[in-house]
């Protein structure tokens, strides 16, 4: 762990005797029988698996990846007891803004990679200099390469409260803030605590919309199929969202065992995004950025890092916020800062403006786009990059 406020530089080196291991327990799989249905309504489909783990042992090379993040700078420091990995790309541009962006599970910031571009060198990628972005992405304490938390209470608000730190450690007095997924819920808590210097926060999910469905309206035919996806979310969704909050520990031993299991679990998170990542290995025809490499290299991170179980300590943090929460009877405080928002259609549940103002009174900006999903930043670069410009633009002159 560094020490005090140091910022010390990280490089990725890893023994050839992890990768030779991780071989070996992906060739020595025990194979479940075939699902007895034609889609993923019993779970992630065998041939789908046994592809990827074709492709994990014969035609995929982590070392690209490790290269890949090399490339970039990457740093870690130590906040409220925790190493924190990240990485900081700034632009070349004069007069950048300085842009926190989180991720969430099952991704990491490999899921972010496609959009360093398209945010700090806009010119290269249809914008102006004057969209452009410092770019700051760190990973979530117990994810990757930041480290574990060894005492309890890293929840969604003590994250906020880290990321308000690093951007202040790396000189930062005014920038913004990014999620989606997990990074959604740490990015609306930053919103609440409203740390000084922050401008505003763009957000892709609508994670509050689960404490209050019952309270959001369903007259038009959009709000009645967001609705829909909800609860279908809550029903047939939400094992994955149900075992992490409540025994992340129990299937913490299988993600640390199993490089197939750890996989499998990775995949099995929603339908949009799985039947797509499925398409990239059974039909060989990605979607975006939902590459072969790409996956695998997310997955290949969580499994050489170990963090399947700390990852997915966070939805038991998550768990035990809300029941607090709603014991006390308390409303969270308001957001206090500019809201962004953005709908992508294959979204969990893509929240009418509707449900959004419900959420976040007075939303900024907001916008419904033709194509991406939950993981908008790794499947559709381009088009999540345009807009966090149009988010965060009309803040750069405040």
Not at 263 to 270: S, V
Request: proline share 6%.
């Amino acid at each position: 762990m560094s020490n005090g406020n140091d910022i010390r530089p990280f490089r990725l080196d890893t023994p050839d005797e992890a990768l030779a291991d991780l071989r070996r327990r992906i060739e020595a799989t025990r194979w479940p029988s075939r699902e007895l249905v034609d889609d993923r309504s019993q779970g992630v489909q065998l041939a789908t698996v046994q592809e990827l783990a074709r492709y994990w042992t014969t035609g995929y090379d982590w070392r690209a990846c490790e290269a890949k993040l090399n490339a970039l700078p990457q740093f870690t420091t130590s906040i409220d007891g925790v190493d924190i990995h990240f990485i900081h790309v700034r632009s070349q541009h004069e007069n950048a803004l300085p842009l926190i962006m989180t991720h969430g599970w099952p991704g990491s910031v490999v899921e972010l990679l496609g959009a360093v571009g398209p945010l700090t060198d806009p010119t290269a990628h249809g914008g102006t200099a004057e969209d452009a972005f410092h770019l700051v992405l760190p990973s979530l304490p117990g994810y990757g390469f930041s480290g574990e938390p060894t005492q309890l209470g890293w929840d969604a608000n003590r994250m906020a409260q880290a990321w308000a730190q690093l951007m202040n450690r790396l000189g930062y007095s005014r920038y913004v803030a990014q999620g989606g997924d997990v990074g959604a819920a740490v990015t609306d808590a930053m919103g609440r605590q409203a740390p000084e210097g922050l401008l505003g926060i763009h957000l892709t999910l609508l994670a509050g919309a689960i404490g209050i469905k019952d309270k959001l309206p369903a007259k038009t035919e959009q709000e009645r199929a967001a609705h829909d996806a909800l609860n279908m979310f809550a029903t047939d969704g939400f094992g994955y969202f149900l075992e992490q909050s409540t025994r992340p520990q129990t299937i913490g031993y299988s993600l640390l065992d199993s490089p197939v299991g750890l996989a499998a679990w990775m995949l099995d998170h929603d339908t949009d995004s799985y039947y797509k990542i499925s398409r990239a290995f059974v039909d060989g025809a990605p979607v975006g950025g939902l590459t072969r490499d790409s996956v695998v290299d997310n997955i290949t991170l969580y499994w050489l890092t170990g963090t399947g179980a700390s990852s997915a300590r966070w939805y038991w943090e998550f768990g035990r916020f809300q029941a607090a929460a709603a014991a006390s009877g308390q409303a969270p405080p308001p957001v206090s800062v500019p809201v962004g928002f953005t709908v992508f259609p294959g979204e969990l549940w893509a929240a009418p403006r509707s449900w959004v103002e419900a959420v976040y009174p007075g939303v900024a900006y907001f916008n419904e786009v033709e194509k991406g999903g939950h993981f908008a930043a790794w499947e559709e670069p381009e088009l999540f990059a345009t807009e966090v410009r149009a988010a965060f633009r009309p803040l750069r002159r405040s």
